[in-house]
């Protein structure tokens, strides 16, 4: 049975090279990089948008919630079906090329429904990416070390964040917010190319031994499946809440820290770029490790590792938002942005335990798809709106309180995952 290179896949279906699984592992977490820097990059040009084009807190969360949310939960569930039946790695090489030219566009927006248009482009390129990402890793990993391949993978997040605020603030301090879309867009279309011709199709069920059967459940029969499982439903409400949190923050923070603060964007963009890259990257890595090390003695800690740092997080959130400084506020910030980040890794590892082979990609879209109309569409939608109806009482700050007021939600997502984790051991697959 011979091994893979990196650039290759395997002469026949066998046990991938730790190489090639390390160099595929890699090149998605670049990928997913790209696909979060292009995502966020918007946030850190909220205000000077707003300037220009005239629009509301309202219509900027419109932009940054539903606008990309929509199409990006929803695509992204027919986008898993055909992953689950076909070439995951091609998929993944053109949803890139697609997303990657819609945020090119976006640089050329003359109006709100231009950049409208064109970040639902850039919703329904990144709607496939993640499902087969996650499949392809569930099938280069075992059971045992998954957890921490998607910590991995999801550092992507993180790093997109840290790229993407930098760029984004440094670029608009010198040449606007139009050349800082056409600077981070573009190059997504060569890392396209290195995708399809370099990354291997691992084999379905290959890292656990077991055997595909060809069987393709449907979207429908696949949610039902889940849906029957205690732990999938609690485990995606706990999601979902948790990412209403943590998007509404990412995407709002750079405008209070202006409006509150008068920070500017190069300061903002160095920032939280390096807070939310690197304690966000060790919160994410760090809470896959926790989770695989404790979950291996009792299950039920794979998701109450989750629970107790978002409710351990929740009282820094006073100290952001309510400092008299902008320093103190974003020192204030590394604790909640490390411990936030705990239920990354986890949440999707363990949806990969609760689903047959060919139902992965799809699962993980399901569960997407909650998470992201719940947390990316309502939540930013929701600070939004909240700071619009108090901008008569507090004026600039109004954006101050509607962020502090949406923190609480922690508390309800940790309850889900309290509750999630005790009936998880029941719920896995064993085949």
Request: glycine fraction near 10%.
């Amino acid at each position: 049975m011979s091994e893979t290179t990196p650039a290759s896949p395997a002469a026949e279906p066998g046990v991938f090279s730790p190489a090639a699984r390390n160099y595929a592992l890699g090149v998605l977490v670049v990928v997913y990089t790209c696909n979060f820097i292009d995502r966020q990059i918007l946030s850190i040009l909220l205000e000077p948008i707003k300037l220009e084009l005239q629009l509301s807190d309202t219509a900027l969360g419109l932009l940054t919630g539903f606008a990309f949310a929509l199409f990006y939960a929803t695509l992204g569930i027919p986008m898993a079906l055909y992953a689950d039946k076909s070439n995951r790695r091609n998929l993944i090489a053109v949803v890139l090329a697609i997303w990657s030219a819609m945020t090119a566009l976006c640089g050329v927006a003359q109006n709100f429904w231009h950049l409208l248009a064109a970040r639902i482009g850039v919703g329904i390129g990144e709607a496939g990416c993640s499902p087969p990402a996650h499949s392809m890793i569930s099938d280069y990993f075992p059971a045992h070390q998954r957890a921490t391949a998607l910590g991995i993978y999801s550092l992507g997040i993180p790093f997109g964040i840290l790229f993407g605020f930098l760029a984004g603030g440094w670029l608009n301090e010198f040449f606007g917010w139009r050349v800082a879309f056409l600077v981070v867009g573009l190059p997504g279309l060569l890392l396209a190319l290195l995708v399809r011709f370099t990354v291997a199709e691992p084999p379905r069920g290959m890292a656990e031994g077991r055997l595909d059967t060809g069987e393709r459940p449907g979207i429908m029969e696949t949610f039902v499946f889940l849906w029957k499982k205690q732990t999938f439903r609690h485990l995606a409400f706990g999601a979902a809440l948790a990412a209403f949190v943590g998007s509404g923050m990412v995407i709002w923070l750079p405008s209070f820290l202006i409006r509150t603060h008068g920070m500017s964007t190069s300061e903002i963009g160095t920032w939280l770029g390096l807070i939310l890259g690197i304690p966000g990257g060790i919160g994410i890595v760090l809470g896959g490790w926790v989770a695989d090390r404790y979950g291996a003695q009792d299950t039920r800690w794979y998701l109450w590792v989750a629970a107790v740092a978002m409710l351990a997080a929740l009282p820094f959130a006073f100290g952001v938002y309510l400092s008299d400084t902008g320093v103190l506020a974003l020192l204030f910030l590394i604790i909640p942005i490390t411990l936030g980040n705990f239920y990354q890794a986890t949440t999707f590892s363990q949806i990969q335990g609760l689903a047959t082979l060919r139902m992965r990609s799809v699962a993980a879209a399901l569960l997407l798809f909650i998470v992201n109309i719940i947390g990316l569409g309502v939540g930013p939608q929701a600070v939004g709106i909240v700071s619009d109806l108090l901008n008569p009482t507090f004026g600039q700050d109004s954006l101050r309180y509607s962020l502090l007021i949406f923190s609480f939600v922690s508390v309800w997502a940790a309850y889900h995952y309290y509750v999630a984790g005790k009936h998880l051991a029941a719920d896995l697959v064993r085949e």
